[in-house]
């Protein structure tokens, strides 16, 4: 059923409706999001509801520098991060950072820009295994976090 509502700002709408268990008529409540004005829409493909990780930890610094160029680098004594992590490239030489095996400078490595490139991963991001570093010289600097 469907009962239409006009209020002084608007043109007549349709509002969804269904009975209680008492037979009285309700709203129908369908689940929404809303935009960044505050504006509630149906949620759908066009529209996903947004979810957040209320799991999270709190970040673990795992920041330093290369201690041998041309040699992939564990981060974070080798753990892998629960929920993500974030790397961010400190020297004026490219870094490559992976999660799928040892990083290099090329294959399924990503590479991190020098003087400031950032990889972070979306909350609730479970790596594959340990988080490695790759850079040309010795003493190259980051900053890592994990959660």
Same mark, same amino acid.
């Given at each position: 059923?469907?009962?239409?509502?006009?209020?002084?700002?608007?043109?007549?709408?349709?509002?969804?409706?269904?009975?209680?268990?008492?037979?009285?008529?309700?709203?129908?409540?369908?689940?929404?999001?809303?935009?960044?004005?505050? #504006?509630?829409?149906?949620?759908?493909?066009?529209? =996903?509801?947004?979810?957040?990780?209320?799991?999270?930890?709190?970040?673990?610094?795992?920041?330093?520098?290369?201690?041998?160029?041309?040699?992939?680098?564990?981060?974070?004594? $080798?753990?892998?991060?629960?929920?993500?992590?974030?790397?961010?490239?400190?020297?004026?030489?490219?870094?490559? #950072?992976?999660?799928?095996?040892?990083?290099?400078?090329?294959?399924?490595? #990503?590479?991190?820009?020098?003087? @400031? $490139?950032?990889?972070?991963?979306?909350? $609730?991001?479970?790596?594959? @295994?340990?988080?490695?570093?790759?850079?040309?010289?010795?003493?190259?600097?980051?900053?890592? =976090? =994990?959660?």
């Amino acid at each position: 059923m469907t009962l239409l509502v006009k209020d002084a700002n608007t043109s007549v709408q349709s509002l969804s409706t269904v009975t209680d268990g008492s037979g009285n008529l309700v709203p129908a409540h369908a689940t929404a999001s809303t935009n960044a004005q505050g #504006i509630a829409a149906p949620v759908g493909p066009q529209n =996903r509801l947004p979810v957040v990780n209320t799991a999270g930890n709190s970040a673990s610094d795992g920041s330093g520098t290369l201690a041998a160029g041309g040699s992939a680098q564990t981060l974070f004594g $080798g753990a892998v991060p629960a929920n993500g992590y974030l790397v961010q490239n400190n020297s004026s030489a490219a870094l490559w #950072i992976s999660d799928t095996g040892a990083a290099s400078n090329g294959g399924a490595s #990503i590479q991190l820009a020098p003087n @400031g $490139g950032i990889f972070m991963t979306p909350s $609730g991001y479970k790596p594959a @295994g340990p988080v490695s570093l790759f850079g040309a010289t010795t003493g190259q600097g980051f900053a890592a =976090r =994990r959660w």
